[in-house]
């Protein structure tokens, strides 16, 4: 069973996992009843988070069974309810490569204006190439785009059409995965074989593996840049409990007034 989960999570196309995943979800507490580890999404709790990732980048205990939330997710999560006025504000939101775990519960917030976008997502209200957004200056409060510019081919093209659509004070998450044993991000367009990706960029469709430089990136794009470390902003229990990244780095962009 474990065998045939990874190679369909490592083969299947994204859009047809997440049309599988609705269903998993209705069986996935049955199955992995407990209280061992907690997702602050779902306010679920089980006996073990699912594995994820592909062989390069592949960990146990770290896909929530119900929501599908990663580490990331749940980080992501907390900073928004802990430090933010998300839940509260009137804002207009533009979510690109909209997660599962969030669409829905975004959906149904009243106070917010929210639209998505993607290049494929079945969930996406507009499907668009991220290069060369079809949507107008100074639009959005706040955006979220985490887990793509290590995707397109020109992620700094990209990080400046998501300054242009953003409004003067405005903020946004864009996360990407992060090697911090590099100082330099490293790409090289002459690898693309999906195997070669993988070993190089930890996933096959990956581009680009970004290092410690990241900010400088985002800072190019015209934005200013706020950390949020994990190990300093939470107690030890509660990274093992959520099954955080202690290293992990949550960037925080602002648009200049």
């Not at 699912?50 to 900073?79: F, I, K, Q």
């Not at 794009?221 to 959520?242: C, L, M, N, S, W």
Request: glycine share 4%.
């Amino acid at each position: 069973m474990k065998k045939l989960y990874k190679f369909l999570l490592n083969t299947l196309p994204r859009p047809l996992l997440i049309r599988m995943s609705y269903l998993f979800k209705k069986i996935a507490p049955i199955l992995y009843k407990g209280n061992k580890v907690a997702c602050p999404v779902c306010e679920r709790s089980f006996s073990k988070f699912l594995s994820y990732g592909s062989s390069v980048a592949h960990r146990e205990n770290v896909l929530c069974p119900y929501d599908l939330t990663l580490e990331r997710h749940r980080l992501m999560w907390l900073y928004l309810q802990q430090e933010t006025r998300f839940f509260k504000d009137k804002l207009s939101l533009l979510h690109i490569a909209p997660e599962q775990c969030f669409h829905e519960k975004f959906k149904a917030q009243g106070n917010l204006d929210y639209l998505t976008g993607d290049l494929v997502s079945p969930i996406a209200d507009l499907h668009f190439d991220l290069h060369d957004i079809p949507l107008e200056e100074d639009r959005f409060d706040v955006i979220f785009c985490n887990h793509v510019l290590e995707h397109v081919d020109d992620a700094l093209q990209c990080m400046r059409e998501l300054n242009r659509v953003m409004k003067p004070g405005g903020w946004g998450i864009f996360q990407v995965p992060q090697d911090l044993s590099r100082e330099l991000t490293y790409e090289d367009p002459s690898i693309t074989s999906p195997e070669e990706r993988e070993k190089h960029f930890w996933q096959k469709d990956h581009v680009r593996l970004f290092g410690r430089d990241y900010p400088e990136w985002l800072k190019r794009a015209g934005f200013e840049v706020e950390e949020f470390h994990t190990t300093k902003e939470f107690p030890q229990q509660d990274i093992e409990r959520y099954r955080l990244i202690p290293e992990e780095i949550l960037y925080i962009v602002h648009k200049k007034k």
